[in-house]
């Protein structure tokens, strides 16, 4: 499975910006996709997931009210919106797929797509 994420940017504090991931290849194969991200100096950590067949969706703590992801079944897509964005969000993310929304938050990813910047300025 192949991943492209686009979408990153800089932005305000409190602006808002929209991330995509498409996926090809063995697309059968996994059955949730989700986001990752990685600031500067920190370890890469869980930010949200979905299920392609239930819509099920995960999201971290700190990004709950904020952050909503979605997907594209048709298109094999998923997104994050992200508002009310903040500084300490700023990171790379990173497109993750799976077996489940559940797999990719705690049992791990099986394809990474590569990363794309995000800078909130304050």
């Known amino acids: 499975v192949q991943l492209q994420a686009s979408g990153g940017g800089v932005v305000q504090a409190g602006g808002s910006l929209t991330l995509s991931c498409a996926a090809s290849?063995?697309?059968?194969?996994?059955?949730?996709m989700g986001w990752y991200r990685q600031g500067p100096g920190e370890e890469r950590e869980f930010v949200s997931s979905?299920?392609?067949?239930?819509?099920?969706?995960r999201y971290v703590d700190s990004v709950k009210g904020r952050f909503t992801i979605s997907r594209d079944n048709a298109k094999n897509t998923v997104y994050l919106q992200m508002n009310s964005l903040k500084p300490e969000d700023t990171a790379v993310y990173y497109c993750?797929?799976?077996?489940?929304?559940?797999?990719?938050?705690?049992?791990?990813?099986?394809?990474w797509g590569q990363g794309t910047l995000v800078t909130v300025s304050s």
């Open positions: 290849g063995s697309i059968s194969r996994i059955n949730g």
């Open positions: 993750a797929a799976g077996r489940s929304s559940y797999n990719i938050q705690y049992a791990g990813v099986e394809n």
């Open positions: 979905i299920s392609w067949n239930g819509g099920i969706t």
